[in-house]
């Protein structure tokens, strides 16, 4: 079946793709081992050998029939030959295939290719000019080429289709490129060429143009899989290798130094699996995705390379380790045709020179998501516009955090209780329509609303009577609550915290003491309090309890502070509070858990919500930028614009791969860090690429004469400092994610 008449129901799925990994890898491991896999590259009939092994595994017509495999079977194919750092000359295969079977003709031309008579090497040029085609003729000088040594033919996309050259005829001269040190026979090669016998495979100019992207693609997935193993060859020995009487896995720089390794590394596989999905499902934004996953992708690796050389140390610097081919594979791979640099001008050409406005595509949130999204947008259009939005602007931020009426309004709705579940009064709603909801809250720049952690404590550890009382307040808007948690000497780490609860039997209350600090929505109906009830519990966090307090409980002082980004935060003292018995969450004893959970649960959905407020401030900042020609003229601003989108693009697929995650029903505590560290550091990024871009009038702050966005983007860099430290500093996200995700000693 070809790609033109296709039912995306007919496409291979993830189960058969994994299914084809698992296989490739394991063909790979026995008949490509690492060890000697650097002698065997330039031993001729050894490659020969792994091609033909490759053919018999109908690799090398992978993507010309669609219900075969296509892009993204193609993009696994390659992170496999990359890993096993295998000079299979299957690039420009898997190229020709694609266009081809797109076309659904001139596959003809490709039958010695499935055979495996025909191998070809594929120029990897990004300046056209190096090859002159005149009819059947060819001239030029090529450089770089992939897989030359190992190929019968060269394949070399053109704006008229793809030109196919008979290396081993007259007029073509072919020797190896010394690159980073690794010669031609697993690198580069040179081709000059005179009068060589040619011929075009034409293809339509759209088609054409597609080449060079969908090849980066190719090598990136090929110089992903190699920086991912010598990244899981590090972590390996971080596991082993003991300095000062401990594994090496245990210091927290190298935990840190890994954990970063994971979360970019985590970003390139999920950026290049959605572009190459977007390929295959014929969306029209392919090309967009594509390119921010070079954009990213390419850095990124290369990072990621050097970084795990600095863990292995000496060991990963002499030759005969395997970590020095992979470095090499990820460098090299990622500078073809144009590299990062060829893949940011293309998307800045779609953001700043279409006259339309153009923006980031929307997400595909599924028929539900979309569907809510829509109804979401239209509720805020008749809601929040107007004068109503317009008089709320004007306030200062500090009283803009929270709006009674507007809370009240959107409490009607029932979409406070989205995740909740119905026989509570939610609606069950899944975690792409939770991220519909807020995308468009962001957009519409409306306040905040609810109290998920105090509400998914509620339903997970609340008792019935809890339930029926807290919950309603919640769900129409009536009530906040804050987070009593961070105490003088217990930040992050809360089980070190000394407030004091103490039940009196006689009185049936809790009687609390103590001093809560950097607490947010001071100002709410509740405070949802952490206190040690055992000061003798071993562990100490076995001796915390989770409380439901009154703000207007006799005893509290609350003491509060402006904080950096003209918000608030209170410090909050109880003298003798008293509070009902059964106002405690959990068991006496079991707030770590109770509280633990609630978090558990926001974490993996909080990366999400920070990167919505990029989106949006992103949106804008491409608007301002559009409407100054000095500005969208300047190539420096040009590529600063598209790096960023390149980020928020890798800040979204990990928000929607914690979502998919959450509603496959797992989602594991590294994830949601992942996404968290992420995002909010992304948020810190885009505030200080934002006043780089814009200048001073954006330093401007809200009210002062000149200030763009009423301040909004000097406003959102203040902002983002909270987001790498609220809910666990990304400090701790990064020791988490080393330990959870990498299994490196705790």
Known sequence: MTWSDLDPALLPGAEERELLRESLRGWLQQHWPSAGAVERSADRSA???????LVAQGLAALGSDATEGGLREAVLTMEELGRAAAPAPLAGALLANLLLGRLGGALDEL??????TMRLAVSLSDAPQGLQVDGDQAGGRLLPVDGGLHA??????TPEGLALIDLGAGGVHIEPARALGLDGHAGWSELRLHNAPSRLLPLAA????????LLRLLLLARAHGAARRAFELAVDYAKERRQFGQPIGRFQAVQHKLANGLIALEAVR???QHAASAFDLGHADWRHHAAAAVAFGAPALRQVSLETHHAFGAIGYAEE???????????????????????????????LDEEDGACLPADDLGPAGNAFRDEVREWLQSHWTGERKAAFDRRPFHDREFDAAFAADIGKTGWIGLAWPKEHGGQARSPREQLAFIEEMERAEAPRIGASVQANALLMHGTPAQRARYLPEILSGQAMHGMGYSEPDAGSDLAALRTRAVLDRDANEWVIN????????WWGRYMFLAARTDADAKPAHAGISMFIVPMDAPGITVKPATTMYDGSFANIFYDDVRIPAENIVGPAGGGWKVLTDALANERGSVGGGIVLKVLHAFELLCRDVRATPELRRDPLVRDRIAALAAEVEAGRRLMLHCAELAESGTTPPEMGAISKVFSGELMERFGEAALDILGPSAALSQGAPGALRNGRYEQNLRHSLMWVISIGTNEIQRSLIAQRGLGLPR
Not at 152 to 157: G, I, K, N, R, S
Not at 325 to 349: I, K, M, Q
Not at 514 to 521: A, E, L, R
């Open 514 to 521: 103590g001093q809560k600090i950097w607490t947010t929505t």
């Open 321 to 351: 380790h395997e970590a020095p081919r992979h470095f090499r594979r990820a460098h090299l791979d990622t500078l073809a045709l144009g590299g990062a640099a060829a893949a940011r001008r293309e998307l800045a050409a779609r953001l």
């Open 152 to 157: 019968t033919h060269l394949l070399a996309p």
């Open 47 to 53: 490659v020969g050998a792994l091609w033909q092994g």
């Open 270 to 272: 999920l950026l290049l």
């Open 111 to 116: 039958q010695p290719l499935h055979r495996g």
């Open 206 to 213: 759209d088609t054409a143009a597609a080449a060079p992207p």
